[in-house]
């Protein structure tokens, strides 16, 4: 039985480690040849655990050059681009809003938003000579509600929602899908250096009670990139184990 990806090509971003490791694994192992980049090197690691159908890059995404290069690797090894995954993020520092660093923010702003401006912008151009694609961002459910000390990582993540519904509308009458997961509190490496009484926390608020795996956040993804999602593109869907509902 053919996988949910088979002969498609994947790019996806953050792949080095939590939800974008999940990703790469996942997408492969549904028949997809996956470009996994990220700028920590452990891209590396994952692509050797996956095998031949991965192509590990090191990249800066808050980069043009680098996003350029990512991407063309993709089209050089495997000759399309029909599935974007922008996943790279950092949560930064952890300060109120009136004594945020400047550069802070930037570098924030850097890594969460334009990154996925860059992606889009020169993703789109190869996926249209392919006949199209999915694009599938990673936003967060701190584009919804928000978090205290936590002002450039909100504001990246909600820049990702609108500028994906533009793309959306943008190119849906040309072969071209883009969606939004906004996760809750995942098991990652962002979550792993923050204070433990903030995890606690936000753990109490979630309605199940736990944190989710990144694998329930790569289904999620799955779904997007695959054709089953064909009549689904400008959405934004939480995967928060109920928090929002609240």
Known sequence: MAGRLEGKVAVITGAGSGIGASMAELFCREGAKVVAADISGRQDDVAKKIGSNCLPFQADVSKSSDVQAMLNAAMTAFGKIDVLVNNAAIDGEMVPTGEYPEEEFDR??????RSVFLGMRYAIPLMLKNGGGSIVNTSSMASVVAFPTMPAYCASKG????????????????GIRANIICPGPVVTGITAHMPAEYIEGVKKAVPMNRMADPIEVANLGLFLACDESSFITGSSILIDGGYTSL
Request: charged share 15%.
């Open 108 to 113: 924030v702003w850097a890594i969460n938003g």
């Open 159 to 174: 820049a990702i929602t609108m500028m994906t519904k533009v793309v959306a509308v943008e190119y849906a009458a040309k």
